[in-house]
């Protein structure tokens, strides 16, 4: 299965600004997803980023706030914008095995307090 | 509506008795479902998918679609299988749908 490296596992951030989170693939992969874990929730699809074209967002959920960006096959980052304390979450990529009978792998989640 | 639930937020047992964590799903189509553990401190990985019919660390779920259930099972509970489980669905757009979660605690 793929491996995903995530970065940072943590940050601290001030309300009003911006963090950004990035995603490393070790291997070509067509669909990546980003999810929300807010504390003691279950994961929520933000949205799905395909490589080539523009993400597709979950209700709730819109490009101003968390831009994704998908340069190429490998790589993705995911942007939480104009911070406030309801941002805090773990924020976690995931990417899917060959065929989804696989499962998907996940990063090791960016866990985000905003201050 | 694509869904999964999973009734109990926490299921406390003792070491050696069996477990049973709850999974049901809504979904239209032919379902595809998996069973996720989080260990503390660690990332979530997969531990079980129906299509696979194997048995991971003693555990084993079986698909029944005419209950439109997916329960994790193990016979004889150990203390390291204390950790969060999430069942979760594949959405018809490629993504995961995750229930809540149950948090299980297997006692000394």
């Known amino acids: 299965s793929a491996v995903i490296s995530q970065k940072p596992s943590r940050d601290i951030c001030q309300r009003g600004t911006s963090l950004t989170i990035q995603c490393q693939v070790d291997s070509q992969v067509t669909m990546m997803f980003w999810y929300r874990q807010q504390p003691g929730q279950s994961l929520t699809l933000i949205a799905t980023a395909n490589q080539g074209s523009e993400a597709t967002y979950e209700s709730g959920f819109v490009i101003d706030k968390f831009p994704i960006s998908r340069p190429n096959l490998t790589f993705s980052t995911l942007t939480v914008s104009n911070m406030s304390p309801e941002d805090s979450s773990i924020y976690l990529c995931s990417v899917a095995g060959t065929g989804s009978i696989y499962g998907y792998t996940f990063g090791s989640g960016t866990r985000l307090t905003v201050v | 509506a694509q869904r999964v639930t999973q009734p109990e937020k926490l299921l406390s047992v003792f070491k050696g008795a069996p477990v049973e964590l709850k999974c049901n799903y809504s979904y239209s189509g032919s379902p595809e479902l998996f069973w996720y553990v989080q260990y503390s401190r660690q990332r979530l990985q997969l531990l079980l998918r129906?299509?696979s019919r194997e048995s991971i660390k003693g555990f084993t779920a079986d698909l029944n679609k005419g209950e439109t259930s997916f329960h994790l099972k193990k016979p004889f509970a150990q203390e390291e299988d204390s950790a969060m489980y999430y069942c979760?669905?594949?959405?018809?757009?490629?993504?995961?749908?995750f229930g809540k979660g149950t948090k299980l605690s297997v006692k000394p």
């Open positions: 979760a669905l594949g959405g018809s757009q490629g993504n995961l749908i």
């Open positions: 129906h299509i």
